[in-house]
């Protein structure tokens, strides 16, 4: 699922909320993410209006911080997310929120989320469902302390770093997401957030964005070009035709050029009589296959070359030909 874009947020004693700019990137049916982390315990977050929570509001670390994941598939019209924050934090217990948006995306899976006092890094726990290929978000973030505070963030081995928002001052938190595809299906890597400074209070979570089903065209193998004599049964065979993510569900045999013949059968193959002529004679026929998803094959084409005709008479004085065509 290929990456849109994506924004953040920050304030610190504010009892009303947190909003994040919606990019003017995003397009009707792109899925955003939201990731918010507040820097005092008592600071619950709700979600911002018409957002589904794919992480509930949780405490970590004995109450030193909050986090929450929320998320939406943009429509139209769509205004500003605000993620609420009803209780105003405590002086120093600040708030941060990170937005990031894909398109692509039909649904989710959301793994286990990690939590804790981390000095440094962060795991973003493996997910165990879905197959090879799928695009995975990592989401973190991370709490300073004393008089310290993230303000930078890397994800290894294999994620790309999209963006976050970091802390501008003591006790905020800073918070950001990253992505990599999944080399095999089943459990992912653990993709591991690396903030430059020692944090005590940090989470981070894998979400799986599963896309739309895509569907490859079947390729349609018509067989090899034959040479017959006059008056033999002919059999095409298309059975050599193939489909990499399904099977063939039909098979249509066509005549493209040369005089007309009768196909008889069905499935893979088609027979018909060679016609005869002095002159011999050329044919080609066409092969397209529909798999079992409806999509169809170009057409691949073979040639049948009928060789010329002629009857003989034997005599005594050997073969005389009599009639040919």
């Given at each position: 699922m290929p990456y849109r874009d994506s924004a953040g947020a920050q304030v610190g004693g504010n009892g009303q909320g947190l909003s994040i700019t919606i990019p003017g990137t995003i397009q009707a049916g792109d899925w955003g993410f939201i990731g918010t982390m507040a820097g005092g315990g008592s600071n619950a977050s709700t979600a911002p209006a018409g957002w589904s929570t794919l992480v509930p509001d949780t405490l970590i670390n004995a109450g030193a911080a909050r986090l929450a994941i929320y998320g939406r598939q943009y429509q139209a019209g769509d205004a500003n997310p605000t993620v609420g924050y009803p209780t105003a934090p405590a002086s120093g217990n600040n708030i941060a929120a990170f937005g990031i948006w894909y398109s692509g995306v039909t649904s989710v899976n959301v793994g286990t989320l990690g939590t804790g006092a981390a000095a440094l890094t962060r795991d973003c726990p493996s997910l165990t469902t879905g197959g090879a290929s799928r695009e995975v978000l990592c989401i973190s973030g991370s709490k300073g302390s004393g008089s310290g505070f993230p303000s930078s963030l890397s994800f290894g081995p294999d994620a790309t770093l999209r963006g976050a928002r970091y802390a501008t001052a003591n006790f905020y938190p800073s918070i950001g997401g990253g992505d990599f595809t999944k080399a095999t299906a089943g459990a992912t890597n653990i993709q591991t957030a690396t903030w430059?400074?020692?944090?005590?209070?940090?989470?981070?979570?894998?979400?799986?964005?599963?896309?739309?089903?895509?569907?490859?065209?079947?390729?349609?193998?018509?067989?090899?070009?034959?040479?017959?004599?006059?008056?033999?049964?002919?059999?095409?065979?298309?059975?050599?035709?193939?489909?990499?993510?399904?099977?063939?569900?039909?098979?249509?045999?066509?005549?493209?050029?040369?005089?007309?013949?009768?196909?008889?059968?069905?499935?893979?193959?088609?027979?018909?009589?060679?016609?005869?002529?002095?002159?011999?004679?050329?044919?080609?026929?066409?092969?397209?296959?529909?798999?079992?998803?409806?999509?169809?094959?170009?057409?691949?084409?073979?040639?049948?070359?009928?060789?010329?005709?002629?009857?003989?008479?034997?005599?005594?004085?050997?073969?005389?030909?009599?009639?040919?065509?």
């Open positions: 430059n400074f020692s944090t005590a209070n940090s989470f981070g979570v894998q979400i799986e964005l599963v896309g739309a089903a895509t569907n490859s065209p079947p390729t349609a193998n018509a067989g090899a070009d034959q040479t017959v004599d006059s008056f033999a049964t002919v059999t095409l065979d298309g059975s050599a035709s193939s489909d990499s993510d399904g099977t063939i569900a039909s098979y249509a045999w066509s005549q493209v050029s040369g005089p007309a013949v009768t196909l008889s059968g069905s499935g893979a193959t088609r027979t018909f009589t060679a016609p005869a002529n002095s002159a011999g004679a050329s044919l080609v026929f066409g092969l397209t296959a529909t798999d079992d998803d409806g999509a169809t094959s170009t057409q691949d084409n073979m040639a049948v070359t009928v060789l010329p005709h002629v009857e003989w008479l034997m005599t005594s004085g050997g073969l005389v030909p009599i009639r040919s065509g």
